[in-house]
């Protein structure tokens, strides 16, 4: 649930600070567990293995998120396709520009459910001013600093490709 949250929902900035507190706060309750399976290892129950395992699998998952973070990608294509296929229309359409002043090609949507881009709710509008041709960049996953971004990216512009 919490991976849902920060997929659609959190600033791309405190997702980091959000996983290093999950890691640590993992990292000591797998080692908890540890100690109590190592401790209990004479009257060791299936629960408590389970726990153990469960554990240790979540702290894992933390530090390798592909697995995760590809299925909800997968969903996200599918689940989100016609919504996004109107949003490009209304690009095309004009009704939806570049609206921040921060930046000439970032638009920021009403937040509306489903939220159909990563980190805001903005997608990107490019615009080949000689042929008309439109790209739109939807962000999957919205970068930290130096790391790359995950989008999908509608064009009609073979330029683009």
Known sequence: MLTLINYYFVPYFIVAIEWFALSIGLF???????????????????????????ICVLFLLTFNRQPVNGLIEKADWYVLYSKRCSVVELVKQEKLTPNVSWNKWVCELPYEFPVISNGGNDIGISKNDSTGKVTVTFWVYRNFFSAPSTHFVYTDDPDEI
């Open 28 to 54: 000591i309750w797998t080692l908890i567990q540890i100690g109590k399976t190592i401790k209990e290892r004479k009257t060791l129950s299936r629960q408590r293995v389970f726990s153990a395992m469960t």
